[in-house]
């Protein structure tokens, strides 16, 4: 699920930002890289990025300048920080401007990338199938569940199942059990397979 993520890194070292963009770009994320932050705003405004891994020390802007600036074009996007200079200054500087990590040099490329897999699920952008399963099933419950005006205590009702669990099943918090699904098929009146929509 990793390839329509688009992440772009800030660093002044064109050698990080290679070996970076070659580690990425084998788990399937698009990586753009720029070793000249005072354009990276502008990159910003033209390009949809999920994730900006940037570097904290570099001549001409410092990364949490140029943090300041970026959120000002978009609030939302996901910012990693990392640094060779770690300091407790940095760590809350970059942590009031929303950053989703705060990660020292050198660091192990197999933790950071789960480090943004974990930011991107976090965002909602990274699910894995079988989470992707979940909220399909959940979904298509919700919908036809509304569709024959059922409340959800109405169909714990006719399912023999709780509230609480049929809530979590829609809201995908829960993986329910075939038995369970097919209790809910049932009481909707549609075939099993139905609340497995394209899957």
Known sequence: MAADIKILIVD??????EYMRTMLEATGYEVATLSDPTRAVDRVREEEFHVLII?????????IELIQRIRKVDSDVAIVVFTGYPSVETAVDALKLNV???VKKPFDMDEFRDKIADILRKKGLLRNPEEELHKTIGQNIRRIRKESDLTLKQLARRTGLSVSLLSQIERA???ASVSSLYKIAVALGVRLTVLFGEY
């Open 12 to 17: 002044d070292d064109r050698d990080i930002c």
């Open 55 to 63: 570097d904290l020390m570099m001549p001409k802007m410092d990364g």
């Open 173 to 175: 918090e829960s993986s």
């Open 100 to 102: 989703s990590d705060y």
